[in-house]
């Protein structure tokens, strides 16, 4: 099955083909079997991302507007997801999933009263014949839940640690950076922990001589200082500081945010303001992470494609150990698609996706709603138990399928 997604950074479409077996009968209870065939990134036409800029909080967007967009980035979905299918899934895939693109988190205080991802999945269906399962984090808020971060499902089931004094946490660096912490003496929690790239892709923007959207690898960050009175500003935010479950996005953390920040100092150069904000960034994320004793941290996301923040990250995680999500198996630019296709594969066997712990939500709740392909719906029969554990398969680890299994590519 293939999975579509855009994250906050808006830069494209990350696409990743998998095949999944439930094997209901394994030791010790119910496993997702994930197999990766493959991933790749469709950008967005540069037209269609300006104006997906344009439209983000604080600006205002109209009913008109939001059609247009809801329309368009459906399109590119579907344009993606044939491409998908074509170029990792050998001509066909048994079923999509979408979680679309966000551009609207609504977050009063503690609670999310709404959220919002544009791509109607009508496109992708028609356009490649396949049934899709979008709208994932709809029910997730309907349930009292924030609708994120869904990634803390697949997290909580992949990297359960070996021993009892383990604490894994799994980091996603995209606009937002989010954690899931597993392991310890808690159940699994998860949760947005502030800016990942969003406000270092804004800097780029605001800097009129740049040129740039993003600092690629950190280039220009490296050769900066953090400015202290901005980062002591930034660090003010009372996000930071409130407890979990909570969420955030581009909403709040934002260009007009940066400029509020710098109100009233003087200039600061591009490279120290860059600087500055991945000290944020890096800061933000390992007082997260101790907050909770972790003791490994799994990376992944657009983010780890920036040293200079790694490095950072590094350095303030101290003795915590600092890996990716390569070293287990799956691609750290991929990790959110091939989340999306296990979100699409548990809702097509009736299985719960979200993590209430994690998210909020009152309780487990089937997620999404599903557009039907080219031929007649049929659901398989529902499964009666949820997975226990998530594991991730290279093609040389492939098993025979028993009976009780349940495929689906």
Not at 256 to 275: F, Q, S, W
Not at 297 to 303: D, L, N, T
Request: hydrophobic fraction near 45%; include cysteine; charged fraction near 20%.
């Amino acid at each position: 099955m293939l999975g579509l997604i855009s994250g906050t950074s808006m830069d494209g479409i990350d696409v990743a083909v998998a095949e999944f077996c439930l094997r209901e009968d394994a030791p010790g209870g119910p496993v997702v079997e994930l197999l990766p065939l493959g991933a790749i990134e469709v950008p967005y036409a540069e037209p269609l991302r300006k104006d997906l800029l344009a439209a983000l909080p604080p600006a205002e967007c109209s009913a008109e507007r939001l059609c247009v967009l809801d329309t368009l980035v459906g399109q590119a979905f579907a344009d993606a997801a044939r491409k998908g299918v074509a170029e990792l899934g050998c001509g066909e895939v048994d079923l999509i999933a979408s979680l679309g693109q966000t551009i609207y988190h609504w977050v009063d205080g503690r609670t999310c009263k709404g959220t919002l991802q544009l791509g109607q999945p009508a496109w992708i269906a028609e356009a490649t014949g396949a049934p899709v399962v979008a709208d994932l984090r709809v029910r997730d808020v309907a349930a009292g839940g924030h609708g994120a971060p869904l990634a803390s499902l697949l997290d909580a089931l992949w990297l359960t640690p070996a021993t009892t004094g383990d604490v894994a946490v799994a980091l996603n660096i995209g606009g937002i950076a989010n954690i899931t912490v597993v392991g310890g003496t808690h159940a699994p929690l998860a949760y947005d922990t502030g800016p990942g790239n969003a406000l270092l892709d804004a800097a780029c923007r605001l800097a009129a001589d740049s040129g740039l959207q993003y600092d690629e690898g950190g280039r220009l960050a490296a050769n900066g200082s953090p400015h202290p009175d901005l980062l002591s500003r930034l660090l003010a935010d009372p996000y930071y500081a409130a407890a979990p479950p909570k969420s955030t996005g581009k909403e709040h953390f934002h260009a007009d945010h940066l400029r509020a920040a710098l109100d009233g100092l003087p200039d600061i150069p591009i490279p120290d303001l860059l600087a500055t904000l991945v000290e944020l960034t890096a800061i933000t994320v390992a007082d997260a992470c101790r907050s909770h004793g972790a003791t490994r941290v799994v990376a992944s996301g657009g983010g780890v494609r920036n040293a200079t923040l790694m490095a950072a990250l590094d350095r303030h995680l101290g003795a915590i150990e600092l890996a990716t999500s390569e070293s287990f198996g799956i691609a750290a630019d991929a990790k959110e698609a091939y989340l999306t296709a296990l979100l699409g594969f548990l809702t097509w066997h009736g299985l719960p996706a979200n993590l209430p712990t994690a998210t909020g939500a009152s309780g487990p709740r089937v997620l999404g709603s599903i557009t039907p392909g080219r031929r007649p719906l049929q659901l398989p029969e529902p499964s009666s138990t949820p997975p226990r554990r998530l594991r991730v398969l290279q093609l040389a680890d492939q098993t025979p399928m028993p009976r009780s299994a349940r495929p689906l590519g």
